[in-house]
Protein backbone atom coordinates (compact mmCIF):
# COMPACT_ATOMS: atom_id res chain seq x y z
CA UNK A 1 0.00 0.00 0.00
CA UNK A 2 1.22 3.71 -0.81
CA UNK A 3 2.59 5.85 2.32
CA UNK A 4 -0.04 8.24 2.75
CA UNK A 5 0.97 12.27 2.58
CA UNK A 6 0.05 14.91 4.87
CA UNK A 7 -2.85 16.44 3.90
CA UNK A 8 -0.80 19.58 2.57
CA UNK A 9 1.87 17.59 0.27
CA UNK A 10 1.51 16.58 -2.94
CA UNK A 11 0.62 13.35 -3.30
CA UNK A 12 2.79 13.12 -6.58
CA UNK A 13 6.12 14.74 -4.72
CA UNK A 14 7.84 11.31 -3.83
CA UNK A 15 7.43 8.68 -6.66
CA UNK A 16 5.96 11.60 -9.71
CA UNK A 17 2.70 11.72 -11.31
CA UNK A 18 2.84 8.42 -13.74
CA UNK A 19 4.27 5.78 -11.16
CA UNK A 20 2.25 7.23 -7.98
CA UNK A 21 -1.20 6.99 -10.10
CA UNK A 22 -0.09 3.43 -11.39
CA UNK A 23 0.37 1.92 -7.87
CA UNK A 24 -3.09 3.91 -6.80
CA UNK A 25 -4.67 2.11 -9.67
CA UNK A 26 -2.83 -1.65 -8.84
CA UNK A 27 -4.63 -0.53 -5.43
CA UNK A 28 -8.36 -0.08 -7.02
CA UNK A 29 -7.71 -3.66 -9.38
CA UNK A 30 -6.81 -5.36 -5.68
CA UNK A 31 -9.15 -3.66 -3.91
CA UNK A 32 -12.60 -4.75 -6.64
CA UNK A 33 -10.94 -8.05 -6.70
CA UNK A 34 -10.89 -9.06 -3.21
CA UNK A 35 -14.22 -10.01 -2.82
CA UNK A 36 -17.90 -10.00 -4.19
CA UNK A 37 -19.43 -6.72 -2.73
CA UNK A 38 -20.91 -4.51 -4.72
CA UNK A 39 -19.14 -0.81 -5.40
CA UNK A 40 -21.08 2.29 -5.08
CA UNK A 41 -19.67 5.57 -6.56
CA UNK A 42 -20.39 9.16 -5.13
CA UNK A 43 -20.63 11.35 -8.51
CA UNK A 44 -21.52 14.93 -8.17
CA UNK A 45 -19.65 15.81 -11.93
CA UNK A 46 -17.31 17.97 -9.91
CA UNK A 47 -13.28 17.58 -9.73
CA UNK A 48 -13.36 15.11 -7.33
CA UNK A 49 -16.15 13.20 -7.79
CA UNK A 50 -14.58 12.76 -11.30
CA UNK A 51 -11.26 12.09 -10.65
CA UNK A 52 -12.47 9.16 -8.36
CA UNK A 53 -14.64 7.84 -11.01
CA UNK A 54 -12.21 8.29 -13.81
CA UNK A 55 -9.39 6.32 -11.96
CA UNK A 56 -11.98 3.18 -10.86
CA UNK A 57 -12.93 3.34 -14.84
CA UNK A 58 -9.57 2.71 -15.79
CA UNK A 59 -8.13 0.22 -13.06
CA UNK A 60 -11.45 -1.98 -14.47
CA UNK A 61 -10.68 -1.32 -18.08
CA UNK A 62 -7.39 -3.05 -16.96
CA UNK A 63 -9.19 -6.35 -15.76
CA UNK A 64 -9.85 -9.61 -17.87
CA UNK A 65 -13.57 -9.72 -18.68
CA UNK A 66 -13.80 -12.62 -16.47
CA UNK A 67 -12.63 -10.53 -13.88
CA UNK A 68 -15.58 -8.20 -14.07
CA UNK A 69 -17.23 -10.25 -11.44
CA UNK A 70 -19.46 -7.29 -9.57
CA UNK A 71 -21.09 -4.60 -10.29
CA UNK A 72 -20.30 -0.82 -9.79
CA UNK A 73 -22.76 1.56 -9.17
CA UNK A 74 -22.42 5.19 -10.16
CA UNK A 75 -24.87 7.25 -7.97
CA UNK A 76 -25.78 11.11 -8.53
CA UNK A 77 -28.34 12.76 -6.41
CA UNK A 78 -29.97 15.80 -7.95
CA UNK A 79 -31.39 17.52 -4.67
CA UNK A 80 -33.57 19.21 -7.92
CA UNK A 81 -32.29 22.62 -6.69
CA UNK A 82 -29.05 22.38 -7.69
CA UNK A 83 -26.96 24.76 -9.90
CA UNK A 84 -28.63 24.64 -12.92
CA UNK A 85 -25.27 24.34 -15.00
CA UNK A 86 -24.07 21.79 -12.93
CA UNK A 87 -27.09 19.88 -12.81
CA UNK A 88 -27.34 19.86 -16.45
CA UNK A 89 -23.80 18.99 -16.80
CA UNK A 90 -24.06 15.66 -14.43
CA UNK A 91 -27.34 14.60 -16.15
CA UNK A 92 -25.67 14.61 -19.73
CA UNK A 93 -23.01 12.59 -18.26
CA UNK A 94 -24.01 9.81 -16.37
CA UNK A 95 -26.22 9.52 -19.98
CA UNK A 96 -22.86 9.46 -21.80
CA UNK A 97 -21.00 6.92 -19.04
CA UNK A 98 -23.87 4.86 -19.39
CA UNK A 99 -23.44 4.18 -22.99
CA UNK A 100 -19.53 4.49 -22.81
CA UNK A 101 -19.97 1.55 -20.20
CA UNK A 102 -22.26 -0.44 -22.56
CA UNK A 103 -19.67 0.20 -25.36
CA UNK A 104 -16.93 -1.08 -23.22
CA UNK A 105 -18.55 -4.06 -21.52
CA UNK A 106 -17.76 -2.38 -17.88
CA UNK A 107 -19.94 -3.61 -15.04
CA UNK A 108 -20.39 0.41 -14.13
CA UNK A 109 -24.00 1.27 -13.91
CA UNK A 110 -25.16 5.28 -13.58
CA UNK A 111 -28.19 5.94 -11.53
CA UNK A 112 -29.54 9.81 -11.40
CA UNK A 113 -31.15 9.84 -7.71
CA UNK A 114 -33.80 12.36 -6.47
CA UNK A 115 -35.67 13.40 -3.36
CA UNK A 116 -39.16 11.96 -2.62
CA UNK A 117 -41.35 14.71 -3.56
CA UNK A 118 -42.31 15.20 0.85
CA UNK A 119 -38.69 15.46 1.42
CA UNK A 120 -38.26 18.11 -1.66
CA UNK A 121 -36.93 21.45 -0.90
CA UNK A 122 -39.96 23.56 -1.92
CA UNK A 123 -42.86 20.93 -0.40
CA UNK A 124 -40.59 21.70 2.95
CA UNK A 125 -40.24 25.24 2.72
CA UNK A 126 -43.36 26.65 1.47
CA UNK A 127 -45.34 23.43 1.72
CA UNK A 128 -45.56 22.84 5.42
CA UNK A 129 -43.32 26.20 5.78
CA UNK A 130 -39.85 25.26 7.37
CA UNK A 131 -38.37 28.46 7.51
CA UNK A 132 -34.84 28.70 5.12
CA UNK A 133 -32.28 26.63 6.46
CA UNK A 134 -29.56 28.25 9.21
CA UNK A 135 -27.05 26.19 11.00
CA UNK A 136 -29.29 25.24 13.91
CA UNK A 137 -32.04 24.07 11.91
CA UNK A 138 -30.24 22.65 8.78
CA UNK A 139 -33.04 20.56 7.58
CA UNK A 140 -32.21 20.23 3.89
CA UNK A 141 -29.32 18.10 3.78
CA UNK A 142 -30.56 14.79 5.41
CA UNK A 143 -33.57 15.01 2.96
CA UNK A 144 -32.46 16.43 -0.34
CA UNK A 145 -28.55 14.85 -0.34
CA UNK A 146 -28.54 11.86 2.31
CA UNK A 147 -31.28 9.51 2.13
CA UNK A 148 -31.73 9.33 -1.51
CA UNK A 149 -28.27 7.98 -1.24
CA UNK A 150 -28.67 5.96 1.95
CA UNK A 151 -32.49 4.45 0.29
CA UNK A 152 -30.09 3.29 -2.34
CA UNK A 153 -27.38 1.97 -0.63
CA UNK A 154 -29.04 0.21 2.06
CA UNK A 155 -31.20 -1.62 -0.87
CA UNK A 156 -27.98 -2.82 -1.96
CA UNK A 157 -26.90 -4.11 1.18
CA UNK A 158 -29.91 -6.05 1.65
CA UNK A 159 -29.40 -7.41 -1.67
CA UNK A 160 -25.75 -8.02 -0.93
CA UNK A 161 -25.26 -8.22 2.61
CA UNK A 162 -22.68 -5.49 2.08
CA UNK A 163 -21.78 -3.01 0.05
CA UNK A 164 -18.34 -0.57 -0.51
CA UNK A 165 -19.03 3.04 -0.88
CA UNK A 166 -16.02 5.02 -3.03
CA UNK A 167 -15.92 8.98 -2.16
CA UNK A 168 -13.94 11.44 -3.69
CA UNK A 169 -13.23 13.18 -0.35
CA UNK A 170 -9.69 14.63 0.43
CA UNK A 171 -8.36 15.27 3.13
CA UNK A 172 -6.87 18.44 2.00
CA UNK A 173 -10.10 19.86 1.51
CA UNK A 174 -10.75 21.18 4.75
CA UNK A 175 -9.96 20.66 9.01
CA UNK A 176 -12.92 19.70 9.47
CA UNK A 177 -13.73 17.20 6.79
CA UNK A 178 -10.30 16.10 7.57
CA UNK A 179 -11.32 14.84 10.65
CA UNK A 180 -14.24 13.04 9.84
CA UNK A 181 -12.29 11.38 7.60
CA UNK A 182 -9.84 10.38 10.65
CA UNK A 183 -12.57 9.57 12.71
CA UNK A 184 -13.36 6.21 10.69
CA UNK A 185 -9.75 5.26 10.30
CA UNK A 186 -8.17 2.27 12.01
CA UNK A 187 -10.26 -0.98 10.26
CA UNK A 188 -8.37 -3.90 9.89
CA UNK A 189 -9.31 -3.83 6.05
CA UNK A 190 -6.57 -1.86 4.29
CA UNK A 191 -7.83 1.20 2.14
CA UNK A 192 -11.55 0.72 4.09
CA UNK A 193 -13.12 2.56 6.50
CA UNK A 194 -16.30 2.25 8.45
CA UNK A 195 -18.91 3.98 7.31
CA UNK A 196 -20.74 6.09 10.57
CA UNK A 197 -24.01 5.94 9.08
CA UNK A 198 -24.70 2.74 7.43
CA UNK A 199 -23.73 -0.40 9.63
CA UNK A 200 -22.66 -2.82 6.54
CA UNK A 201 -21.14 -0.40 4.33
CA UNK A 202 -17.25 0.13 4.26
CA UNK A 203 -16.16 3.61 2.36
CA UNK A 204 -12.76 3.84 -0.05
CA UNK A 205 -11.36 7.30 -0.58
CA UNK A 206 -8.59 6.41 -3.41
CA UNK A 207 -7.96 10.04 -3.70
CA UNK A 208 -7.43 10.87 -0.06
CA UNK A 209 -3.90 12.55 -0.07
CA UNK A 210 -4.54 14.41 -3.24
CA UNK A 211 -4.07 17.91 -3.23
CA UNK A 212 -6.57 20.26 -5.08
CA UNK A 213 -3.95 20.86 -8.03
CA UNK A 214 -3.22 17.01 -7.79
CA UNK A 215 -6.78 16.47 -8.68
CA UNK A 216 -6.40 18.93 -11.69
CA UNK A 217 -3.14 17.48 -12.92
CA UNK A 218 -4.36 14.21 -13.02
CA UNK A 219 -7.45 15.37 -14.90
CA UNK A 220 -5.79 17.43 -17.47
CA UNK A 221 -2.79 14.61 -18.03
CA UNK A 222 -5.36 11.43 -18.22
CA UNK A 223 -8.02 11.38 -20.95
CA UNK A 224 -11.74 11.23 -19.38
CA UNK A 225 -12.45 7.51 -20.30
CA UNK A 226 -16.45 7.92 -20.75
CA UNK A 227 -15.78 10.45 -23.47
CA UNK A 228 -16.09 13.55 -21.61
CA UNK A 229 -13.88 16.41 -22.22
CA UNK A 230 -11.57 17.60 -18.71
CA UNK A 231 -11.38 21.23 -20.52
CA UNK A 232 -14.89 21.72 -20.13
CA UNK A 233 -15.32 20.86 -16.39
CA UNK A 234 -12.08 22.82 -15.93
CA UNK A 235 -13.76 25.56 -17.56
CA UNK A 236 -16.77 25.14 -15.40
CA UNK A 237 -14.59 25.85 -12.60
CA UNK A 238 -12.94 28.79 -13.88
CA UNK A 239 -16.64 30.19 -14.87
CA UNK A 240 -16.89 30.02 -11.00
CA UNK A 241 -14.40 31.92 -10.20
CA UNK A 242 -14.83 35.76 -9.54
CA UNK A 243 -11.60 36.75 -11.23
CA UNK A 244 -12.47 34.49 -14.17
CA UNK A 245 -9.25 32.22 -13.61
CA UNK A 246 -8.22 29.29 -12.63
CA UNK A 247 -4.68 28.51 -12.54
CA UNK A 248 -2.68 25.71 -10.84
CA UNK A 249 -1.12 26.38 -7.68
CA UNK A 250 2.43 27.17 -7.87
CA UNK A 251 4.07 28.63 -4.57
CA UNK A 252 2.01 29.30 -1.79
CA UNK A 253 0.23 32.83 -2.67
CA UNK A 254 -1.05 31.45 -5.62
CA UNK A 255 -4.81 30.86 -5.63
CA UNK A 256 -6.66 27.34 -6.26
CA UNK A 257 -9.22 26.59 -9.10
CA UNK A 258 -10.33 23.86 -6.16
CA UNK A 259 -11.71 26.66 -3.81
CA UNK A 260 -14.73 26.74 -6.49
CA UNK A 261 -17.92 24.85 -4.75
CA UNK A 262 -20.91 24.44 -6.54
CA UNK A 263 -24.15 23.58 -4.52
CA UNK A 264 -27.65 24.45 -4.41
CA UNK A 265 -28.51 28.02 -5.39
CA UNK A 266 -31.27 28.18 -2.80
CA UNK A 267 -28.70 27.62 0.02
CA UNK A 268 -28.78 29.84 2.80
CA UNK A 269 -25.76 28.26 4.73
CA UNK A 270 -23.37 30.20 3.18
CA UNK A 271 -24.24 34.33 2.94
CA UNK A 272 -23.12 34.66 -1.14
CA UNK A 273 -23.36 32.09 -3.61
CA UNK A 274 -20.18 33.27 -5.19
CA UNK A 275 -19.96 30.15 -7.67
CA UNK A 276 -23.39 31.32 -9.21
CA UNK A 277 -22.83 34.82 -9.11
CA UNK A 278 -19.19 34.64 -10.55
CA UNK A 279 -20.85 32.37 -13.97
CA UNK A 280 -23.53 34.70 -14.61
CA UNK A 281 -20.61 37.92 -14.23
CA UNK A 282 -18.38 35.59 -16.00
CA UNK A 283 -20.53 34.75 -18.82
CA UNK A 284 -23.77 36.75 -20.91
CA UNK A 285 -25.19 33.33 -21.98
CA UNK A 286 -25.75 32.45 -18.10
CA UNK A 287 -27.31 35.76 -17.15
CA UNK A 288 -30.66 33.43 -17.72
CA UNK A 289 -29.87 32.37 -14.31
CA UNK A 290 -30.30 35.31 -12.31
CA UNK A 291 -34.11 35.14 -11.14
CA UNK A 292 -32.54 32.23 -9.27
CA UNK A 293 -29.91 34.17 -7.27
CA UNK A 294 -32.49 36.93 -7.02
CA UNK A 295 -34.82 34.60 -5.27
CA UNK A 296 -32.42 32.99 -2.71
CA UNK A 297 -30.96 36.73 -1.70
CA UNK A 298 -34.71 38.94 -1.79
CA UNK A 299 -36.50 36.11 0.21
CA UNK A 300 -34.57 33.09 1.48
CA UNK A 301 -31.66 34.38 2.76
CA UNK A 302 -32.72 36.63 6.29
CA UNK A 303 -31.04 37.44 9.54
CA UNK A 304 -34.39 37.93 11.28
CA UNK A 305 -37.64 36.46 9.96
CA UNK A 306 -39.03 36.14 13.34
CA UNK A 307 -41.90 38.68 11.66
CA UNK A 308 -42.91 35.81 8.90
CA UNK A 309 -43.49 33.70 11.37
CA UNK A 310 -45.84 31.65 13.73
CA UNK A 311 -45.62 32.08 17.11
CA UNK A 312 -46.59 29.08 17.74
CA UNK A 313 -44.72 25.89 16.88
CA UNK A 314 -45.59 23.64 13.47
CA UNK A 315 -47.70 21.36 15.76
CA UNK A 316 -48.90 24.06 18.04
CA UNK A 317 -46.18 23.54 20.97
CA UNK A 318 -45.11 27.20 22.44
CA UNK A 319 -41.98 27.26 23.51
CA UNK A 320 -39.96 29.69 25.08
CA UNK A 321 -36.06 30.80 25.56
CA UNK A 322 -34.52 33.29 27.58
CA UNK A 323 -32.92 37.03 25.82
CA UNK A 324 -30.44 39.68 26.80
CA UNK A 325 -32.67 42.13 25.42
CA UNK A 326 -36.01 44.12 25.35
CA UNK A 327 -38.17 44.34 22.75
CA UNK A 328 -41.75 44.02 21.10
CA UNK A 329 -42.47 40.08 21.44
CA UNK A 330 -40.27 40.18 24.80
CA UNK A 331 -41.70 40.08 28.18
CA UNK A 332 -40.38 39.91 31.62
CA UNK A 333 -41.00 36.93 33.91
CA UNK A 334 -41.57 36.85 37.72
CA UNK A 335 -37.71 35.54 37.97
CA UNK A 336 -36.21 39.01 36.61
CA UNK A 337 -35.00 37.25 33.40
CA UNK A 338 -36.71 38.19 29.75
CA UNK A 339 -38.34 35.33 27.57
CA UNK A 340 -39.35 35.16 24.44
CA UNK A 341 -41.31 32.69 22.22
CA UNK A 342 -39.09 30.36 19.43
CA UNK A 343 -41.13 31.24 16.15
CA UNK A 344 -42.04 28.12 14.10
CA UNK A 345 -42.86 27.91 9.92
CA UNK A 346 -43.59 30.61 8.22
CA UNK A 347 -47.33 32.23 8.14
CA UNK A 348 -49.63 31.74 5.23
CA UNK A 349 -49.43 35.23 3.71
CA UNK A 350 -45.47 34.71 3.26
CA UNK A 351 -45.84 31.28 2.12
CA UNK A 352 -48.11 32.35 -0.57
CA UNK A 353 -45.67 35.01 -1.54
CA UNK A 354 -42.61 32.96 -1.69
CA UNK A 355 -45.00 30.34 -4.01
CA UNK A 356 -45.88 33.65 -6.23
CA UNK A 357 -42.09 34.37 -6.61
CA UNK A 358 -40.92 30.87 -7.33
CA UNK A 359 -43.57 30.64 -10.27
CA UNK A 360 -42.37 34.39 -11.39
CA UNK A 361 -38.99 33.01 -11.43
CA UNK A 362 -39.61 29.91 -13.49
CA UNK A 363 -41.44 32.08 -15.88
CA UNK A 364 -38.49 34.73 -15.98
CA UNK A 365 -35.58 31.72 -16.16
CA UNK A 366 -38.08 29.93 -19.45
CA UNK A 367 -38.26 32.82 -21.39
CA UNK A 368 -34.48 34.54 -20.66
CA UNK A 369 -32.97 30.50 -21.00
CA UNK A 370 -31.35 29.65 -24.35
CA UNK A 371 -33.36 27.42 -26.43
CA UNK A 372 -31.12 24.14 -25.50
CA UNK A 373 -31.37 24.82 -21.82
CA UNK A 374 -34.23 22.80 -20.37
CA UNK A 375 -34.51 23.76 -16.73
CA UNK A 376 -37.37 23.84 -14.21
CA UNK A 377 -37.33 25.18 -10.94
CA UNK A 378 -40.40 23.22 -9.77
CA UNK A 379 -42.95 20.47 -11.14
CA UNK A 380 -46.42 20.12 -11.02
CA UNK A 381 -45.62 16.92 -8.85
CA UNK A 382 -44.24 19.55 -6.12
CA UNK A 383 -47.08 21.94 -6.60
CA UNK A 384 -49.84 19.46 -6.03
CA UNK A 385 -48.05 17.89 -2.57
CA UNK A 386 -47.78 21.64 -1.42
CA UNK A 387 -51.38 22.41 -2.29
CA UNK A 388 -52.27 19.12 -0.72
CA UNK A 389 -50.43 20.01 2.54
CA UNK A 390 -52.25 23.30 2.38
CA UNK A 391 -55.54 22.30 1.94
CA UNK A 392 -56.12 19.12 3.79
CA UNK A 393 -52.95 19.52 6.87
CA UNK A 394 -53.12 22.82 7.53
CA UNK A 395 -56.59 23.02 6.51
CA UNK A 396 -56.48 26.43 4.26
CA UNK A 397 -59.72 25.90 2.66
CA UNK A 398 -58.97 28.60 0.12
CA UNK A 399 -57.14 26.33 -2.22
CA UNK A 400 -54.66 29.11 -3.29
CA UNK A 401 -52.34 27.27 -5.40
CA UNK A 402 -54.20 27.33 -8.48
CA UNK A 403 -54.73 30.95 -8.10
CA UNK A 404 -51.69 32.33 -7.84
CA UNK A 405 -50.18 29.87 -10.44
CA UNK A 406 -52.82 31.46 -12.89
CA UNK A 407 -51.73 35.00 -11.63
CA UNK A 408 -48.00 34.49 -11.91
CA UNK A 409 -47.81 32.22 -14.86
CA UNK A 410 -50.77 33.59 -17.23
CA UNK A 411 -52.42 30.43 -17.64
CA UNK A 412 -54.49 27.99 -16.54
CA UNK A 413 -53.76 25.28 -13.58
CA UNK A 414 -52.81 21.90 -15.07
CA UNK A 415 -54.53 19.99 -12.00
CA UNK A 416 -58.06 19.62 -11.54
CA UNK A 417 -60.01 20.50 -7.79
CA UNK A 418 -58.51 17.99 -4.82
CA UNK A 419 -61.57 18.45 -3.28
CA UNK A 420 -64.15 17.89 -5.04
CA UNK A 421 -66.78 18.45 -2.05
CA UNK A 422 -65.84 21.74 -0.80
CA UNK A 423 -68.50 23.75 -0.66
CA UNK A 424 -66.92 27.13 -0.40
CA UNK A 425 -65.72 29.56 -3.12
CA UNK A 426 -63.41 31.98 -3.26
CA UNK A 427 -66.15 34.58 -2.60
CA UNK A 428 -67.78 32.78 0.14
CA UNK A 429 -64.16 32.41 1.95
CA UNK A 430 -63.78 36.21 1.41
CA UNK A 431 -66.96 37.09 3.23
CA UNK A 432 -65.83 35.03 6.18
CA UNK A 433 -62.36 36.49 5.81
CA UNK A 434 -64.57 40.11 6.11
CA UNK A 435 -66.53 38.92 9.27
CA UNK A 436 -63.66 37.37 11.18
CA UNK A 437 -61.68 40.43 10.88
CA UNK A 438 -60.75 42.18 14.28
CA UNK A 439 -59.26 45.05 15.21
CA UNK A 440 -55.85 44.02 16.49
CA UNK A 441 -55.61 40.64 14.81
CA UNK A 442 -53.44 41.53 12.01
CA UNK A 443 -52.36 37.56 11.33
CA UNK A 444 -56.24 36.84 10.97
CA UNK A 445 -55.98 34.57 14.08
CA UNK A 446 -60.31 35.01 14.49
CA UNK A 447 -60.57 34.22 10.80
CA UNK A 448 -57.78 30.98 11.14
CA UNK A 449 -59.91 29.58 13.83
CA UNK A 450 -63.49 30.13 12.21
CA UNK A 451 -61.93 28.49 8.77
CA UNK A 452 -60.31 25.39 10.60
CA UNK A 453 -63.40 24.65 12.92
CA UNK A 454 -65.29 24.51 8.94
CA UNK A 455 -62.78 22.28 7.53
CA UNK A 456 -63.18 19.75 10.32
CA UNK A 457 -66.53 19.85 9.69
CA UNK A 458 -66.62 19.56 6.17
CA UNK A 459 -64.33 16.36 6.68
CA UNK A 460 -67.07 14.45 8.54
CA UNK A 461 -69.96 16.06 6.60
CA UNK A 462 -70.50 12.85 4.09
CA UNK A 463 -69.04 10.09 7.02
CA UNK A 464 -71.32 7.41 8.36
CA UNK A 465 -70.16 7.86 11.89
CA UNK A 466 -68.58 11.22 13.60
CA UNK A 467 -66.42 9.61 15.68
CA UNK A 468 -63.55 11.82 16.12
CA UNK A 469 -65.18 15.17 15.19
CA UNK A 470 -65.45 16.56 18.31
CA UNK A 471 -61.96 15.42 19.39
CA UNK A 472 -60.70 17.52 16.47
CA UNK A 473 -62.87 20.33 16.92
CA UNK A 474 -61.38 20.27 20.37
CA UNK A 475 -57.91 20.19 19.19
CA UNK A 476 -58.47 23.46 16.83
CA UNK A 477 -59.58 25.10 19.61
CA UNK A 478 -56.49 24.40 21.84
CA UNK A 479 -54.77 25.54 19.08
CA UNK A 480 -56.05 28.76 18.55
CA UNK A 481 -56.24 29.62 22.43
CA UNK A 482 -55.00 32.45 22.03
CA UNK A 483 -55.95 35.95 20.65
CA UNK A 484 -52.23 37.22 20.14
CA UNK A 485 -48.45 36.42 20.48
CA UNK A 486 -48.49 38.53 23.63
CA UNK A 487 -51.34 36.82 25.65
CA UNK A 488 -49.34 33.44 24.45
CA UNK A 489 -45.86 34.28 25.64
CA UNK A 490 -47.58 35.37 29.28
CA UNK A 491 -49.09 32.14 29.36
CA UNK A 492 -46.27 30.34 28.22
CA UNK A 493 -43.82 31.88 31.25
CA UNK A 494 -46.41 31.88 33.32
CA UNK A 495 -47.17 27.99 33.35
CA UNK A 496 -43.47 27.40 33.03
CA UNK A 497 -42.44 29.15 36.12
CA UNK A 498 -45.16 27.59 37.88
CA UNK A 499 -44.49 24.07 36.79
CA UNK A 500 -41.08 24.90 38.37
CA UNK A 501 -41.79 26.26 42.03
CA UNK A 502 -44.33 23.35 42.07
CA UNK A 503 -41.74 21.14 41.98
CA UNK A 504 -39.33 22.73 43.95
CA UNK A 505 -36.56 23.12 41.19
CA UNK A 506 -34.12 26.36 40.47
CA UNK A 507 -35.31 28.28 36.79
CA UNK A 508 -32.23 26.65 35.35
CA UNK A 509 -33.94 24.82 32.80
CA UNK A 510 -37.16 26.14 31.17
CA UNK A 511 -39.92 23.74 30.99
CA UNK A 512 -42.49 25.48 28.34
CA UNK A 513 -45.97 24.47 27.95
CA UNK A 514 -45.02 21.01 26.78
CA UNK A 515 -41.50 20.67 26.55
CA UNK A 516 -37.76 21.06 28.55
CA UNK A 517 -35.54 23.33 26.50
CA UNK A 518 -31.96 24.66 27.69
CA UNK A 519 -31.51 28.17 28.82
CA UNK A 520 -29.25 29.44 26.34
CA UNK A 521 -26.73 32.76 26.21
CA UNK A 522 -27.56 36.07 24.27
CA UNK A 523 -30.15 36.14 21.83
CA UNK A 524 -29.12 32.61 20.13
CA UNK A 525 -32.10 30.61 18.77
CA UNK A 526 -32.41 27.24 20.27
CA UNK A 527 -32.07 23.84 18.31
CA UNK A 528 -35.15 22.40 17.81
CA UNK A 529 -35.68 19.14 16.60
CA UNK A 530 -37.18 18.98 13.41
CA UNK A 531 -41.49 18.93 13.46
Known amino acids: MDTKKPASASAFAEKGFKLTVA ?40 LAPEQLHKDVHVISTDTLVENPIVAQWVAHSLEVMGKAAEEQALPIKPHRLTPEVKDRFWVNLIGKGYPAPRPKFRWCTSRLKISPSNNFIKKLEQQNGEAIVVLGTRKAESTSRAASMKRHEGSTREWLNRNGQLDRS ?6 EDWTNDDVWIYLMQEKNPWGFDNNELLGMYQGATADGECPLVVDSTTPSCGDSRFGCYVCTMVSQDKSMDAMIQNDSEKEWMAPLLKLRNQKLLTTDDRHLREFRRMDGRLTLMEVSKEGPDVSRGSDGKLYQLVHGPYKQTYREELLRELLKAQKEVHERAPENVKFDLFTIEDLEEIRRIWLFEKHEIEDSVPRIYEEAMGQPYPEPKLD ?42 HAARRAGLFDELNEVLEYHAFTGEGEALEFAIHRSLSVQKAKGIEVEFLRPVFQIVPVLQGDTELTVEEE
Open 23 to 62: ERTEVVKALYLSDTIPWVIGYSGGKDSTATLQLIWKALRQ
Open 202 to 207: WVFTPI
Open 420 to 461: ESQVFNAGDIELLRQIAAEEGDPDQLHFHLVRQLLAVEGKYQ
